[in-house]
């Protein structure tokens, strides 16, 4: 059976820089795939050839062994949803509104939501728990509820696989921690798959520690140079190559008697040293 998704061979670059070199590997169902690197190093990019934004100049991307370069924008959307790390609250649509956005590609462009998609929209609201929201307009949330009728609005495309590019930037520890607990509690349900970019490496391990198959790949020098489960890659010797500082793993108990690893910043690495 062929991956959900697969990353074959992709390289991609401007006409002024290659931005990523022969990035390979693939996604199955109720995985979630961590993509880490330090800021630049391609991932926005990497994910916007995913999602058939940029077209690599070599490689492929392959959705349930289909080459996305075959199917339309309208294919896609029922395969992959997305989730961006801000999004500009430029008109006032009310929450529910958002969210039925999600079903455009199963409307036709003069047709109007039918009574299924309103329900899907409904049920998407209440899996991410902001029902209580929808009749609020988008422009008076805050951030983490935002990112949260984000989470929804992808939900409701019904895609098998979720798209995030850095969903907990700028949340404060509360809606940061909501978002990842409906993160696995989706994975868990739906067993969707989902692929994040984020810059904590504890998501990770986070992610890992409630039971969810998880692994990470490390991006550098347009480059994988580590992809496995984050108890494996994310040790302190490849978070100093990656970002160039100093860490220490750690193991935090927990209540119920587990442990959860967490890593703790030191200090920068002199590059000159």
């Not at 307009?137 to 895609?159: C, H, I, K």
Request: aromatic letters at 6%.
């Amino acid at each position: 059976m062929a991956p959900l998704l697969e990353v074959r061979d992709v390289s991609f670059r401007y006409p002024q820089a290659l931005i990523l070199d022969k990035i390979s590997f693939n996604i199955n169902p109720g995985e979630i795939f961590c993509l880490l690197g330090p800021n630049g190093c391609g991932k926005t990019t990497l994910l916007d050839c995913i999602l058939g934004w940029l077209k690599p100049y070599a490689g492929q991307v392959l959705i349930n062994g289909s080459p996305i370069d075959n199917m339309a924008a309208p294919q896609i959307a029922r395969q992959v949803a997305y989730v961006p790390q801000m999004h500009q609250k430029t008109f006032p649509y009310l929450v529910r509104d958002i969210v039925l956005m999600g079903r455009a590609s199963f409307i036709g462009p003069f047709d109007v939501p039918s009574e299924e998609d309103v329900a899907i929209a409904e049920k998407a609201l209440d899996m991410v728990g902001v029902s209580r929201l929808k009749d609020r307009p988008y422009t008076q949330l805050s951030g983490g509820e935002g990112q949260l009728v984000m989470v929804a609005r992808a939900l409701a495309q019904n895609s098998p696989l979720i798209i995030m590019d850095e969903p907990t930037a700028h949340l404060d520890y509360r809606h940061e921690l909501i978002i990842l607990e409906t993160v696995v509690e989706l994975v868990k349900q739906t067993g969707l798959a989902v692929l994040m970019a984020t810059h904590v490496p504890n998501h990770g391990y986070y992610f890992e520690n409630q039971g969810i198959k998880t692994r990470a790949a490390l991006v550098k020098d347009k480059q994988i140079m580590a992809l496995g489960k984050p108890s494996e890659v994310l040790s302190e010797q490849n978070l100093g190559e990656l970002y160039s500082i100093r860490t220490r793993i750690i193991n935090c108990g927990l209540d119920d008697g587990g442990h959860l690893k967490q890593v703790v910043p030191i200090c920068t690495i002199n590059s000159e040293s």
